[in-house]
């Protein structure tokens, strides 16, 4: 099993930054694809960015392009870098990982993290 820990979530005011971390331990050697999702109060949880093992071929949402970079590191981090950040982006960001070579949908991934909240203020 991987177990995965987030960090790095927080108040900020719109148009600021944040770097949330993601720390896997356990079977690491699984992981293909690490990605973040998010949910907001209310709605269902959303597929914010995705990467693969060799930190290549990055997927985003349409909503979050141009502002936020998902990055990793080749043991056991993942990272997505939010700037610009806005009040819709208030949300509990969750860090995922996955086996498969597919790494865009919930389905995808099959390790999740407990989650982190991410509060923009107006």
């Known amino acids: 099993q991987v177990q995965l820990v987030e960090s790095g979530g927080g108040l900020v005011q719109a148009g600021g930054s944040l770097r949330l971390s993601c720390a896997a331990s356990?079977?690491?050697?699984?992981?293909?694809?690490m990605g973040w999702f998010r949910q907001a109060p209310g709605k269902e949880r959303e597929f914010v960015a995705s990467?693969?093992?060799?930190?290549?071929?990055p997927y985003y949402a349409d909503f979050v392009k141009g502002r936020f970079t998902i990055s990793r590191d080749y043991v056991n981090m993942a990272y997505l870098q939010m700037n610009t950040l806005k009040p819709e982006d208030t949300a509990v960001y969750y860090c995922?990982?996955?086996?498969?070579?597919?790494?865009?949908?919930?389905?995808?991934?099959?390790?999740w993290g407990q989650g982190t909240q991410v509060t923009v203020s107006s």
């Open positions: 995922a990982s996955g086996r498969s070579v597919y790494y865009t949908t919930q389905a995808d991934f099959d390790s």
């Open positions: 356990g079977r690491t050697f699984s992981i293909y694809a």
């Open positions: 990467i693969s093992r060799t930190g290549g071929s």
